[in-house]
């Protein structure tokens, strides 16, 4: 009767991660990017991205109002197309890439906010800082093909680097920053489904 019962339990699991796995979308990575920009000597700006990343996204209702989000960034995979830049970014006075290999976040809330539009609510985490972040995010839409359901998202947010410790701070002659202090992120994913 034991036996019985533990296998109608496994067997209950399994189905239920069968339905958890219909649910789930599966980044495509090669249509999806990562990408920063923040200030450069007060006047311009500089663009940079992580070209190592994975985001998961789980909903099971087709408006997405129950998904749930959650990213990890490979700090070590910084390109600004300077290597000397993306040194100094992976040393400790911004990213410290050797001590803090990871930028990861999960949401807390995924809203609806108009036609198309959410907010999405969570927790960053940069070095050893994490602290509540939102972002606003596009749905594009999705589109059958090839067998497969296709969904693209973009996403945006801005912080303030010095909450999180990215430290560097040299000013110019004429004042300012050398870097600016907000860095505006944007993620542009597709998944499918």
Known sequence: MKRIALLALVLAAGLSSLRAGESQWSMDR??????????????????????????????????????????????G???????????????DDFFNAAKYPEIRFTSTEFRKVGENKYQIAGNLTIRDVTKPVVFDAVYGGSVKAWGKTVAAWKATTTI??????????????????????????????????
Request: charged fraction near 30%.
């Open 160 to 193: 303030d680097r010095f909450d999180y410790n990215l430290k560097w701070d040299k000013a110019l002659e004429t004042g300012g920053l050398i870097a600016g202090r907000d860095v505006t992120i944007t993620l542009t994913l597709e998944f499918d489904k």
């Open 77 to 91: 995979s910084i390109s600004t197309d300077n290597d000397r830049r993306d040194t100094h970014l992976k040393s």
């Open 30 to 75: 090669s249509h999806s990017s990562i990408t920063f920009s923040i200030r450069h000597m007060v006047v311009s700006e500089v663009v940079g991205s992580f070209k190592n990343f994975t985001v998961s996204l789980d909903a099971t209702k087709d408006d997405f109002s129950d998904a749930r989000v959650a990213g990890t960034i490979e700090v």
